[in-house]
């Protein structure tokens, strides 16, 4: 994935009090591939930044946090989560979202521009910003619409959003409607050095549709989405970002066939990057009859090829990130029939584990390599001097025991919505605590 310009991190302020506050992680293994560690080592935090990595430290601390046994990784950045507010606070605010996410281990989220108002200005955008400075939990970085109202028409301002804090362009929920749209975007974009994130579909071909189109859709009697609604948008956007070399970045992959374009794409040299859901890697369609709306998201939950081959691409590293698509719906939402009930389910609270499941405990790749899907490249992606773990660098960690078994139950959660499939699932893996701007925003009971 291409390195971007350096900029300097302006996220959280920190109080007088929190530059005087020193915290001293013990004996964890400290995982940071891209700094070269692995190995038991004690952490030393001061005024929000790491201070010292070492072995077996006697220097006092104001807090100690004990990790033996568990690792001690950069904290988790997810690019793709709906915190709904503004308009949607029946289903998340923005404090109940960030909760969730430092529960999770995420020390910072990318909020998807589809609220009520859209963030298409940068006025919100510097709110949102504002909001989350205030609450001093997890780090917030707006990705803003690509069009006014998200409407498909006419470009925002690109370059006074990014100098309002966003950190990439998206019309989630919709595709960039036009490939001279497209076009513009990424060539903005490029100027500015930050991705155009697309979700991709052929409107044409997913209208009316409620889980994916095969042999489970014909059973239930409803309307399915096809393979060709994701993989035609994603053969339109990787060659306009080859016309253009703006960074093309493909929201959720779900299909087989995406997958081999976004492979192909990269062999080619386009600068084109992807991620992939934990909902995605883990269950198919069939989990529709099983957990009704809960189970229902767009792009939907595919068959077990495309499930293998998203798998397949996270252990060759075509798959770049993987991002949660948190989407909270209240429970009156979820309730209607399947026709109408919201896509999207919740993801933050469960996503390392789903990840430590089907990707880690399974053989598929090491646990490097999910600190790096984590952490390091979305980092990266989104052009922030986060995802390390190194001296003088922000003191944004997450520790997590890869081993503990736990249930998760969604109504205990922090996220101020219920729709998982994964509620009553028995995991191994989980997030200890949350430890953001040096300050432990989150420890589990």
């Known amino acids: 994935m291409p390195r971007q310009p350096s900029v300097i991190l302006r996220q959280l302020k920190l109080t007088e009090a929190d530059l005087r506050t020193s915290l001293l992680i013990k004996g964890g293994r400290v995982l940071s591939p891209e700094d070269g560690f692995d190995e038991e080592m004690d952490v030393l935090v001061e005024g929000g930044e790491i201070r010292d990595i070492a072995p077996h430290m006697t220097a006092s601390a104001d807090q100690v946090l004990d990790a033996a046994g568990q690792v001690v990784s950069p904290g988790f950045v997810d690019i793709h989560v709906h915190l709904r507010e503004p308009g ?78 966003a950190v990439g362009f998206s019309d989630d929920g919709k595709p960039v409607k036009t490939s ?98 934990p909902h995605h890697f883990t269950l198919t369609d069939e989990a529709v009859a099983q957990y009704g709306t809960n189970a229902k998201m767009n792009p939907p939950l595919r068959s077990s090829g495309d499930v293998e081959a998203a798998l397949a691409a996270i252990e060759d590293g075509t798959v770049d990130v993987i991002a949660t698509d948190h989407a909270p719906h209240a429970p009156e939402l979820k309730a209607k029939p399947m026709a109408q009930a919201p896509f999207g389910i919740t993801g933050l609270e469960t996503c390392l584990a789903l990840a430590l499941k089907q990707l880690v405990h399974s053989g598929r790749i090491s646990l490097g390599e999910l600190v790096l899907l984590l952490s390091s490249n979305p980092a990266r ?65």
């Not at 589809?114 to 939990?137: C, F």
């Not at 779900?254 to 084109?272: D, E, F, L, N, P």
């Not at 922000?394 to 520790?399: G, I, K, P, Q, Y």
Request: with cysteine.
């Open 180 to 277: 001279a749209l497209m076009k513009e975007a990424l060539e903005r974009a490029r100027e500015l050095h930050v991705p155009v994130i697309d979700h991709c579909e052929v409107p044409e071909l997913s209208a009316g549709g409620v889980l994916n189109e095969g042999e489970c859709s014909k059973r239930l009697g409803l309307k399915g989405i096809p393979n060709g609604s994701e993989d035609r948008c994603i053969e339109r956007d990787v060659e306009i970002a080859e016309a253009t070399g703006g960074h093309l970045h493909i929201a959720h992959l779900s299909t087989a066939g995406a997958v081999a374009m976004v492979r192909g794409a990269k062999r080619r040299g386009i600068r084109v990057t992807c991620e992939v859901t």
């Open 88 to 165: 949607g606070e029946i289903s998340e605010t923005l404090e109940s979202g960030l909760q969730a996410a430092v529960a999770g281990g995420f020390t910072s989220v990318c909020t998807m521009p589809n609220t009520r108002p859209v963030n298409d200005n940068p006025e919100l955008t510097r709110h949102m910003i504002a909001q989350a400075e205030s609450l001093g939990l997890a780090r917030v970085f707006p990705i803003a619409a690509v069009t006014l109202g998200s409407e498909g028409e006419t470009l925002v301002d690109f370059r006074a959003l990014v100098a309002a804090g």
């Open 381 to 445: 992606l989104i052009n922030q001097p986060l995802g390390r773990i190194r001296t003088g660098g922000a003191a944004d960690l997450t520790v997590f025991d890869p081993d503990l078994e736990w249930t998760y139950l969604a109504q205990m959660g922090y996220s101020k919505s219920r729709n998982s499939p994964f509620d009553g699932w028995t995991f191994r893996g989980a997030v200890t605590a949350t430890v953001v701007a040096g300050r432990i925003a989150y420890q589990r009971k």
